[in-house]
């Protein structure tokens, strides 16, 4: 399995804003974003799947969380995004790459964030954290 | 302070650069970027020091293999203050790192550990990172 790409103690707190940069492999079949305070323990789980045509929201506390779906798949394979994720006290807002906001409930309800995960078919160019 | 960010598998290739920018602390002393494979495999020990070990804005750098300190080296440029925003570019090639500076200043490291690839990325000390791009 690919290895997952990962930030450990990052320092997101509520109110920041993280930009992520990154390239979409042609062969993706999905990829995952996930933020949160560690492997097990995810605020927001962002998967976006294109074999499926969805996008692919939960949470993670040791199990999953009830999935969110959304259809507004707006990127494909092959194309350079860029995800802007807000971190508010009661929802994460995701911008995708067309502007369309997605929101997620921050159901663990922490108000800092420290990891960082990326992996499937995304290689990421650069993140920023404002 | 707090153990600083921490980066891993970065997979960075020999070529490419990382650009890392961040703010020092207003009362800065010290801050390190360490490159390699993981804590014990360093193929940079970046320390820009400005107070600290009896040291006064010095650049230190170093190797660390096998969890083993290699030789220091120092460089005399310090283009940084504390309660500022600056930005490093890290490539490095079979031979060597080259660590571009703030103001244009540049230097290299020899590449002592002979790695294909920068996997590990940890920042230390009186440095906050804002934001990592690979280019």
Redesign the interface.
Known sequence: AQ?????????MKLGATLKIKGKIANDAVGFVINLGQGAEKLNLHFNPRFNESTIVCNSRDGSWGQEQRSNHLCFSPGSEVKFTVTFENKQFKVTLPDGHVLTFPNRLGHSHLSYLGVKGGFK??????? | S??????????LKPGECL?VRGEVAPDAKSFVLNLGKDSNNLCLHFNPRFDAHGDVNVIVCNSKDGGAWGTEQRESVFPFQPGSVVEVCISFDQADLSIKLPDGYSFKFPNRLDLEAISYMAADGDF????????
Do not use: H
């Not at chain 1, 990421?124 to 404002?130: E, H, M, R, Y």
């Open positions: 290895e997952e790409f990962e930030i450990k103690n990052m320092d990421i160019s650069s993140f920023k954290l404002d | 707090a153990q600083g960010l921490v980066a891993n598998n970065l997979n650009r906050k990172v804002k934001c990592v791009a690979f280019e």
